[in-house]
């Protein structure tokens, strides 16, 4: 017997166990709520599957009557529009700033410091502040999200760039570079991939800003909503929410990543070693 | 005129003497070899030659001129690894060279001037054999071929100097061979003035016009930091090639004694 570090699953193996979980929460979770209904009809606590389907369907596709939208639709949009636009901007700030904290020794004594320290401040707690600064429309949602993601960005840009062998820029420089040339040819393209995964970790604080905001102050967004019918105990709208956001999550995170293996295909080098 | 001279050359960290008495004189197209033990200060020496570290006292001249306190075109260096860009190609390796000096704004050359330089960077690539690799990116060479690449971005610049810093140490026996040809021709034809590193007396032996051996002058067991390193042997090995076995022999024994 092989000992258990070396015991691996084969390709078919891999994906039943893959599943397994998944398929047991969904056995438990069908059990108990079948459970509920027995005693109690009416129990709103755990839906059934075809009581959750019927009511995403319906926000999926009928018009609320007060604002003539269609609220998932709607949700959906404001929501990605608030995440997109504050990552964005994070993510570009993150890539000037770490690439010149990276780069430039005299940016990096007064900065470092001082990102060290923003990056410590909890975001949520000065969303308050936000609010009274920004009003509570979207800039502040956008805000916060750029203040809670981009100080992190930046010190793991900042870390990577120093990470890079000396010996680049060493090199670089008896090829005549100068120091713009060394971080535009040099610095800027292995920063942009490592930009790209670090986001994909930072989107998950990215949405946990954005449904924070949005369950305080909004009109409409996927965290509103389920802040909102959280007061009728709508567990048939929440779960199929939860589970739309995260479906959204996913397919963005396989999105940076299929993205940066196409782009940058030499970074992801090590990984298809290690696998 | 001597090409590269030291006048009383020393390192200190802090009162570690790392090393001191450097004088010599170099002459252009000499192919200095330098061995010694490890630690003994051969890649600080090497790395002053590339203006990364500095002089602590005394005076070390390119041309008679003090050198810089940086890394310039005139020097091409050649490490043992990481001397590639792995985000460039192989062509991308040599092009980013003329690139950086005809485009100070971007760094990069588009349409007839791409073109031009991209022959310059093929006559290269050419020379090193690697003329059948140019879309590959560095992960996708072996270690000679990507020690080869890194002598063409080296020589793109058409330096006087080049720096090697034990280039072949990671490369197998057969490859290192194939390497020693290339770099001699490469040292005639383009008339380089070679400093090259390396923890393989027969290769100094090999290569070098020059052979120079880094060790400390005076050594006192109650004080190791007190006496740095200096050349203890400077033997010219082209007049009297068939005693530089019997001499390579003696040194190795001297080096472990």
Known sequence: MKRLINLKPRRAARVALALLPFLLIAFVYLGVSNARHAENPNDRLLPLPAQMAETFAGMATEANVRTGSIPLWADTAASLQRLGIGVGISAVAALVFGLLSGGLPLFRAPFSPLITVVSLIPPLAILPILFIAFGTGEMAKVVLIVVGITPFLIRDLTGEALRLPNEQRIKAQTLGASSWQVMLRVLLPQLTPRLISTTRLALGSAWLFLIAAEAIAAQEGLGYRIFLVRRYLAMDVILPYVAWITLLAFVIDQALLWISRWSFPWYHVDEKAAS | ?257
């Open chain 2, 1 to 257: 005129m001597s090409l590269v001279q030291a006048k009383g050359l020393e390192k200190h960290y802090g009162r570690d003497v790392v090393l001191e008495r450097l004088n010599f004189s170099v002459e252009p197209g000499e192919f200095v070899t330098i061995v010694g033990a490890s630690g003994c200060g051969k890649t600080t020496f090497l790395k002053m030659m590339l203006g990364t570290e500095s002089i602590t006292r005394g005076q070390l001249l390119v041309e008679d001129k003090p050198i810089p306190g940086e890394p310039g075109p005139d020097r091409g260096v050649v490490f043992q690894k990481y001397s590639v860009l792995p985000h460039l190609t192989v062509l991308g390796n040599t092009l980013i060279a003329e690139e950086l000096s005809r485009s100070k704004l971007l760094g990069k050359l588009f349409g007839s001037r791409r073109r031009q330089a991209r022959e310059a960077a093929l006559e290269r690539l050419t020379e090193v054999g690697l003329e059948n690799a140019l879309d590959k990116y560095p992960h996708e060479l072996s270690g000679g071929m990507q020690q080869r690449l890194a002598i063409a971005q080296a020589l793109m610049m058409r330096p006087r100097i080049l720096l090697l810093d034990e280039p072949f140490g990671a490369l197998d026996p057969g490859i290192r061979q194939d390497m020693h040809e290339l770099v001699t021709r490469l040292w005639r034809e383009q008339q380089l003035t070679i400093f090259m590193i390396t923890h393989d007396i027969d290769e100094a032996f090999a290569l070098g016009t020059r052979v120079w051996v880094f060790d400390k002058w005076r050594d006192d067991p109650h004080a190791p930091e007190a006496y740095g390193a200096t050349i203890t042997y400077d033997l010219d090995v082209e007049r009297n090639r068939e005693d530089a076995p019997s001499q390579a022999k003696q040194i190795e024994e001297d080096m472990h004694s």
